[in-house]
């Protein structure tokens, strides 16, 4: 999950998480006593006022809020003096203050406390915040100064800090077309009329096929299929007004199970093309057509910026730099994916075989017999792991390896001197352990619970940077766990350990930020995953194992035969998912490094993949015609290649711990992590960093190991 990015770029991210819908209304309140814009007061420099939270305060302080962000700019570009830093950046840095703080309070009504009521708001808001994020990306007196001082900049170098920042907010406003003349503006904001409009359709019209086949069985056709999915087939089916069948319903969820359990070939042959067709079906739901016109209108608007494709557009502030760069990491992984596909056919071939069956794998099968293959070599008890999983000693294992690697303390504050929102979240201070100097707040809202967003993620109440006076950072996990009943543990499954350590790392990484400047802050999409997902490794070392993973009633540390089966388990299946995964990041690289005008999406998928020896008993995870990633807006457009960017240097960077004469606990590679991989966040190039930290690029044979792949 991607923590919520704040401050100057954070804008454009913010309308996209937004949305668009109308609605208008009068203020009547006064808007100088709304305690969401009022400056924190209390310990630690100042908590957010979570106490004093009501909805209906919300619009009033979001419009003052951006009331004044936008007299802040106003103030900026009525300088007569000649654009510099000091008259320009920095006070683009320090602008929109109270909307910052009222943001906070919206970011909790949406995750954590959401409401009918908000989100009445909400919708109410949405066109007005994307209205103001457009006035300053498209605020041409602002862009000047900032040109002007960007291009000073190039001819006299700034102090490094600086130069980055203003390199990263001009490239931002560059990218958002700022830069253009005022035909092409209008030509660029037409396109991006047109684009919107096709993304809502492409994503109605797999919504429209998810809903419209749907498989019903019958009482006898439910074989392998376990208890629970049976329960919620029947119930779906009623949802639809089949009482007595069984539905199995057009999405993932759904499909994934039955495919692994149903024995029922050719109902699996019929539920596998029904999800593989989605919006592909040439009927009026079909995206054929909708895709070549995205990939048109895009190649069209990045040519008025100067750029030869969509991909060279997109990446050039990502840590891969340029399609190419991705494309290579990707062609370097796939033959290893394609070997390891046909040992797994094999496997399965042989099961088949030894059954009786005169079957040739199929897709359908695929996870079928993978399944099969999977109890008879890995299997593993998750419910036996979970005894070993509290979430106390969970906590507490998290605290010990911020103290091994960040040198910090976790103390829990007392209850009532900090504001929560809800009487379920808890707060710890965090301190230096050798100084004692306080580094920040961690927020804890563990529990599931109505209006509170499924799944789990971190974010930042407040950042730190010098520019903003040093304050303490506050930032927080949220997870979904279920509550217990009074006196019960918390025990959670494996992957839920993980989740929990994983963001947790994202929250090490805004708590060790050190910074000069707010915008070093923001986020490098196929870098910030990084850092988060190199904390999981932490879970499966022996200090926290012999430690914290301990048997909640016997306080027994969990079996080491145990702790080897979960880890061979993990290079489970790796040649079937990284296959189907690589296929269709290709596939989005393809896409977007082609003539849109050669391009017929039907036959341009059969081909490449073709080309590319994709296995017949595979298909991309995400087709070209439901690929919602790519096509239902742009956050992943040309990104999808990123999980494996951030997952090689995952690989790599452990690789380097569990060589390190300490290991996972080694004193100065710990030391090297910090500095280099979480204190800089943005402020650094992600690909310089790195090299600092392991002393080369990284490579991808860690990551090869991993996944059971041979190594060259
Ligand atoms: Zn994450």
Not at 448 to 474: D, F, I
Request: charged share 30%; hydrophobic share 35%; no cysteine.
């Amino acid at each position: 999950m991607n923590p919520r990015l704040k401050k100057g770029l954070s804008v454009f991210a913010l309308v996209s998480i937004i949305g668009y819908t109308h609605g208008q209304e009068k203020e009547k309140k006064s808007m100088n006593t709304n305690p969401l814009l009022s400056e924190w007061t209390g310990p630690y420099e100042g908590v957010p006022a979570f106490d004093e939270m009501q909805v209906d305060l919300i619009k009033p302080a979001i419009r003052k809020g951006m009331e004044l962000h936008l007299a802040d700019i106003d103030k900026i570009t009525a300088n007569k003096d000649k654009p510099t830093f000091e008259n320009t950046i920095i006070p683009m840095e320090k602008a929109g203050q109270e909307l910052d703080r009222a943001f906070t309070y919206y970011g909790i009504y949406s995750s954590n406390v959401s409401s009918p009521e908000f989100r009445e708001v909400q919708k109410e808001l949405a066109p007005e915040i994307s209205e103001f994020s457009s006035k300053i990306s498209q605020n041409k007196e602002l862009f000047k100064r900032i040109k002007t001082v960007y291009e000073n900049s190039q001819k006299e170098p700034l102090p490094a800090a600086k130069q980055r920042v203003v390199d990263l907010i001009y490239e931002d406003f560059a990218m958002q077309g700022a830069d253009l003349n005022e035909e092409d503006k209008k030509r660029y904001a037409a396109i991006n009329k047109e684009l919107s409009g096709l993304y809502t359709k492409f994503s109605n019209n797999v919504l429209a096929d998810e809903e419209n086949y749907v498989t019903y069985l019958e009482k006898d056709q439910l074989d392998g299929l376990p208890e629970s999915y049976i329960k919620s087939a029947a119930q779906a089916a009623a949802d639809r007004g089949k009482e007595g069948k069984y539905a199995v319903t057009n999405t993932r969820s759904s499909m994934d199970p039955f495919l692994t359990y149903s024995t029922e070939r050719e109902l699996r042959e019929k539920v596998w093309n029904n999800y593989y067709s989605r919006g592909d079906n040439a009927d009026e739901y079909d995206n054929n057509e909708i895709i070549k016109k995205i990939l048109k209108l895009r190649d069209e608007r990045v040519e008025l910026l100067g750029y030869e494709n969509y991909a060279q557009w997109r990446l050039q502030n990502r840590m891969a730099k340029n399609p190419e760069n991705a494309m290579d990491l990707m062609m370097k992984v796939w033959p290893a994916a394609l070997a390891r596909v046909k040992e797994e056919v094999s496997d399965m071939q042989k099961l088949a075989d030894a059954e009786g069956k005169d079957i040739s794998i199929k897709p359908w099968d695929y996870r079928f017999y993978a399944e099969k293959v999977r109890k008879q070599k890995y299997d593993l008890d998750s419910e036996e792991v979970k005894q070993y999983l509290e979430l106390g000693n969970l906590t507490q294992a998290l605290f010990f390896t911020a103290g091994e690697l960040f040198n910090f303390e976790f103390t829990p504050v007392e209850e009532g001197s900090v504001p929560v929102f809800h009487e379920d979240v808890k707060v710890w201070q965090v301190s230096d352990k050798d100084s004692g100097e306080i580094v920040g707040l961690w927020y804890l809202d563990p529990y599931a619970r109505q209006g509170k967003r499924s799944g789990a993620w971190a974010t930042t109440y407040r950042s730190y940077s010098e520019l903003m006076g040093e304050k303490p950072v506050l930032s927080s996990n949220n997870s979904n766990f279920i509550e217990p009943a009074p006196g019960e543990p918390v025990l959670v499954s494996w992957d839920d350990a993980t989740t929990f350590f994983h963001e947790f790392g994202h929250a090490l990484h805004f708590l060790s930020a050190d910074i000069e400047y707010p915008t070093l802050n923001s986020g490098v999409r196929d870098y910030t995953e990084f850092q988060s997902q190199l904390l999981e490794r932490w879970l499966s070392t022996d200090k926290v194992i012999n430690q914290f993973l301990r048997h909640h009633e016997t306080n027994e540390v969990i079996p080491q035969d145990l702790v080897k089966k979960i880890q061979k388990a993990s290079t489970f299946n790796q040649g079937f998912a990284t296959t189907e995964f690589l296929a269709s990041a290709i596939m989005d690289m393809k896409y977007h490094t082609t003539d849109p005008d050669k391009i017929e999406p039907d036959t341009f998928e059969r081909e490449t993949l073709k080309e590319l020896n994709m296995p017949e008993e595979i298909v991309m995870r995400h087709r070209t015609p439901h690929f919602g990633h790519v096509f239902s807006g742009e956050g992943y457009a040309t990104g999808y290649y990123g999980y494996l960017w951030a997952d090689v240097l995952t690989s790599d960077a452990a690789e380097a711990f569990s060589d390190a004469p300490g290991g996972f606990y080694d004193k100065e590679l710990a030391r090297k992590l910090v500095k280099y991989l979480f204190a800089p966040r943005n402020a650094m190039d992600p690909a310089e960093a790195y090299k600092k930290f392991r002393g080369r690029e990284a490579k991808i044979d860690a990551l090869m190991r991993d996944r059971g792949f041979p190594v060259d």
